[in-house]
T-cell receptor, first 114, second 113 residues
């Protein structure tokens, strides 16, 4: 597609359940980022993929969070045993050659844990 | 870690007015970015600044990279209703494959017609 696509756009889940969020980056973009945005907050870095390099997982808040990326295509962010504080908008961005500056964002997935 | 400060959290202006937003940091950044986020959308890049002192315009928007490399401002002139949204500053400490953006908390702009 023309832009970064994220699915689902909205997800309501019960506390304790696992969720998977999907990101389809712009074709050809080697770098992919996941950010979390809590209500009224800025963007919190979660994880970064660049080509075949080992991902930068330094932003993942706990071991309940994990992400995978297949080659230079789709990425999934998985949250296990969800907690209410996981409620947020999860944004994915992609860019060329690993430079953050030309990152294009998807519309995000709004996760609500009840 | 590195933090970017944006204040106030909200701004209310009259249509047609100019508005200026500032972003400061205790750390030096090599790149400053300004994004706008509309409701239900992801942030969209407005202006990117790469050199200290650089002044860049994009239509009614003007942004400057502070000389100290610890601040940046965004100015919107002759505001219109569609300028409503959340404006984020972001900084990149160095270029390269592992340079992650640091975002401010954003300023919510409201424009009264």
């Amino acid at each position: 597609g023309a832009g970064v696509s994220q699915s689902p756009s909205n997800k309501v889940t019960e506390k304790g359940k696992d969720v998977e969020l999907r990101c389809d980056p712009i074709s050809g973009h080697t770098a992919l980022y996941w950010y979390r945005q809590r209500l009224g907050q800025g963007l919190e870095f979660l994880i970064y993929f660049q080509g075949n390099s080992a991902p930068d997982k330094s932003g993942l808040p706990s071991d309940r969070f994990s992400a995978e990326r297949t080659g230079e295509s789709v990425s999934t962010l998985t949250i296990q045993r969800t907690q209410q504080e996981d409620s947020a908008v999860y944004l994915c961005a992609s860019s060329l050659v690993g430079s953050s500056t030309e990152a294009f964002f998807g519309q995000g997935t709004r996760l609500t844990v009840v | 870690g590195q933090q970017l400060n944006q204040s106030p959290q909200s701004m209310f202006i009259q249509e047609g007015e100019d508005v200026s937003m500032n972003c400061t940091s205790s750390s030096i950044f090599n790149t400053w970015l300004w994004y706008k986020q509309d409701p239900g959308e992801g942030p969209v890049l407005l202006i990117a600044l790469y050199k200290a002192g650089e002044l860049t315009s994009n239509g009614r928007l003007t942004a400057q990279f502070g000389i100290t490399r610890k601040d940046s401002f965004l100015n919107i002139s002759a505001s219109i209703p569609s300028d409503v949204g959340i404006y984020f500053c972001a900084g990149q400490p160095r270029t390269g494959a592992n340079s992650k953006l640091t975002f401010g908390k954003g300023i919510t702009l409201s424009v009264r017609p």
